[in-house]
């Protein structure tokens, strides 16, 4: 016999898979600049420069053994120091690299700390709309979801509604920002309430709550906005990086887990997370691009050209009359969805070759996410189909 749950995940991708898959085959057949596909976060601006130069230099330079070869299952010390002062001076924090592990990516560190901190009933508190993979990590570490609905009007959290779900079970809420995929980044205020509300409720019911901040997105922010850095506000915060956004690098599997220094009982944290990672295969992180990302901290891809994107649709879809959450970063949009059923308008919105995700993908209906780190061209291409898709909804649908 096998695992039926894991046949259930393997067999049924996710709805975003899913409508790439399909962008896929719309392409084969009508070609493929005919089809607008806002599916997937793959980012499309290229690598700085400075990593084609680093990879070039360690292949040249460095001995195969130590290019290729194992590094410590935590990941290389010289790596991890670099990173550590990289994050202490950028943020004025006071991180330890005693307590980073480097991991193969964000979902391998959002996978490994869960499973690292969660035990049998234990829950884990996300808040929507979410990463739906946040989901299935949860329960493959025996986690319970609670999903804490956002403010209508903003979507930011509903600080009362998370103040309300915290209880004796609670082990850890996950919080990301720039936010996948609304856009929205989360200012000081909002990080300083959340951590206020996390330690009354560790006094309250006399146990540590996690906080779990998944910075994938943390470098993409467009204009003048200071990120806060959660370490800096809450002691109990893991904080799960990924270099697959900011160097444009998701195929090579490169992130980091860095604690708080100043965790209750930090050792065994992160003994538990040396563990997890262990159980779960994800040691020695790839060994060449750990190298890599050492050399190129503070760089990043042209992020001018996802905020071009960004303004382009924003601006033109606003003034076809579309409700869109203004996004501060990340590379997605999150649109009202036109008649308020998410799937049966990502259903017709095929009708005009645009491939948009319903928001029920990400725990909340109603809406309908743009992952618009696409080509310019495809961008400006498409504005006549979004157009058309909100001149003819109402009559169209209502002749169905
Ligand atoms: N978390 C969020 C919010 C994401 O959007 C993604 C990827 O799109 C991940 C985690 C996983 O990132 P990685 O490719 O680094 O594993």
Redesign the pocket.
Known sequence: MINSKMKELGLHSSAIRELFEYGKIRKALIGEKNVFDFSI?NPSVATPEIVDEVLMDLIKNTDSVSLHGYTSASGDADVKKAIVNYLNNKYIADLDEKYLYMTC????S?TISLNAIISENDEVIVLAPY?P?YKVFIEKANGKVIIVNPQKETMLPDLDCLYNSINENTKAIII?SPN?PTGIVYDKNLIQKIADILNKKQIEYNHDIYLIS?E?YRELIYGDIDYPFVSNYYDNSIICY?F?KSLSL?GERI?YIVLSKKMNDVENVFYAICGAGRSLGFVCAPSLFQKLVARCLGHTSDLTIYEENRNILYNELKSYGYEIIKPDGAFYLFVKALGDDSIKFSEYAKKYELLLVPSDSFGYSGFVRISYCVSKEQIVNSLPQFKKLIENFSREVKHE
Do not use: H, M, T
Request: avoid cysteine; glycine fraction near 18%; aromatic fraction near 6%.
């Open positions: 976060g990516g964000a979902a391998a959002l990463f993979e990301n996948n998944d994938p990924s697959s998701p992130g």
